[in-house]
């Protein structure tokens, strides 16, 4: 069905992905789409998030290296085909509908958790200072991005998130390092 669904946005945007299409495309009936998704935002935001990038914060990896990782996918795939439609459809949905929901408890929270992990550990090992705030670090981190997403005002890319993780990392890298 999330084959199906992704199938249909990539030839048609958002509008296209109904339960009927969804049902059709992948074969099945529609009750067994409706089993699975409560209505069509749900399938569309699953097949958008479907392989969503994930950078587990392994012990071994480099916290910083990975943290880097992370964002560069995360502008990859919002550079996409996939990243234009999920624009498309957060733009147009009320922020307390349940896309805008899915889309902030799924996407947005979940890689700020993964953030969160790596920016602790990198702190841990005294790759940032001691008494940097989490929180707002996450926010100059994954601000901009979300904010280019929306805005549309220049290119989110890989490049773009290389600059803003060097230039927050200036005022978060211990006060020897400066």
Excluded: W
């Excluded at 048609?12 to 299409?21: I, K, L, R, Y």
């Excluded at 399938?43 to 479907?50: G, K, Q």
């Excluded at 991005?145 to 890989?158: C, V």
């Amino acid at each position: 069905m999330l084959r199906a669904a992704r199938e249909l946005l990539d030839g048609g945007g958002p509008g296209a992905v109904t339960m009927e299409a969804v049902a059709e495309r992948a074969g099945v009936g529609k009750p067994t789409v409706y089993r699975s998704f409560p209505d069509r935002h749900a399938v569309t935001m699953a097949a958008l998030m479907d392989g969503d990038p994930d950078v587990a914060p392994h012990r071994g990896a480099d916290a910083l290296g990975a943290l880097r990782r992370q964002l560069r996918a995360i502008a990859a795939r919002f550079a996409s085909n996939t990243g234009r439609h999920v624009t498309m459809l957060l733009a147009s949905a009320d922020a307390d509908s349940e896309l805008s929901k899915s889309f902030r408890h799924h996407f947005v929270l979940a890689r700020r958790a993964e953030g969160r992990l790596l920016l602790e550990r990198a702190r841990d090992e005294k790759q940032l200072r001691p008494d940097v705030n989490i929180e707002v670090a996450l926010d100059l981190l994954y601000g901009p991005l979300f904010f280019r997403l929306l805005m549309g005002h220049a290119p989110l890319d890989e490049r773009f998130m290389e600059q803003v993780l060097k230039e927050a990392l200036v005022g978060l890298a211990p006060r020897s390092a400066v």
